[in-house]
């Protein structure tokens, strides 16, 4: 399903953004080693109950599995996505993937981020910053009539100089009634070809570079992604607009 959105529709977003936000800050600013990702999946519930939301995460469906059981994605080390905050404990020098989407009103807002535990490697610090620049990257091409083949060459680009595997198994997606609309957004392609933006729009871009290879394995959960390779991965997303007004990031983070 391909929707466009009127402005009031993208205020409905940005409410939803805010709070996704909220929810990276607060999780990022009280994150320490030896707690549990459930203990990070609460704050997130909290932050969602004050805030009269509703999780975009929790319960969503996925054939041959449980439905999704968090508020959240906490996916640490070789986890690249859709990792299950459960039992386990961080620990000094893991790097850690919270992915976060809310509901406001019917609109949702979705996004990821990627950070360290204590004292991280240079390898790890060097994975989260290119990873978090081809996002942003990214983001600088989105408007009125670009191709996302444009955007994803871009990106693709990106992990090729610097060495990382660029996940190509999961891809952005548009926004809006639902968390995953069309279109499907690449982290690769070629220039001037692929969908093209209109106004109207929003999408979620969301690179996924690993310090190994591309490939990825699913654990036997059914939903947690891990790299083939077990090397580590980082992850960045945000939801984007493209508004009357230009283009508008949703998500913006707090720290």
Same mark, same amino acid.
């Given at each position: ?101 809310? %509901? ?53 680009? %990106? ?97």
């Amino acid at each position: 399903m391909l929707t466009y959105k009127t402005s009031e529709d993208f205020i409905k977003m940005s409410k939803a953004g805010k709070v996704v936000s909220n929810i990276h800050y607060e999780i990022y600013q009280n994150t320490k080693p030896g707690m549990k990702l459930k203990e990070l999946d609460d704050i997130a519930k909290k932050i969602i109950e004050k805030s009269n939301v509703e999780s975009s995460f929790l319960g969503y469906p996925q054939p041959g599995t449980i439905d999704f059981p968090g508020y959240i994605c906490a996916s640490p080390n070789e986890v690249i996505v859709h990792g299950i905050p459960n039992e386990y404990v961080v620990q000094d020098g893991d790097i850690l993937s919270i992915d976060a989407g809310v %509901i406001y009103q019917g609109y949702h807002a979705d996004a990821a981020f990627t950070f360290g535990i204590g004292e991280v490697s240079e390898k790890d610090k060097e994975l989260m910053k290119i990873t978090k620049y081809a996002l942003n990257e990214g983001i600088n091409l989105v408007q009125d009539g670009q191709k996302l083949g444009t955007i994803g060459h871009r990106i693709d680009e %990106i992990a090729s100089k610097n060495n990382f595997g660029n996940v190509r198994n999961y891809v952005g997606h548009g926004i809006g009634l639902e968390m995953h609309e069309a279109p499907q957004v690449p982290h690769y392609g070629e220039k001037d070809t692929g969908f093209e933006l209109k106004t109207g729009m929003a999408i979620c871009i969301e690179p996924m570079f690993n310090i190994g290879s591309e490939e990825t394995v699913v654990d036997e959960d059914g939903w947690t992604v891990k790299t083939a390779d077990s090397s580590k991965s980082a992850h960045f997303e945000h939801t984007i607009g493209l508004t009357e007004e230009g283009t508008r990031v949703f998500t913006e983070n707090l720290f």
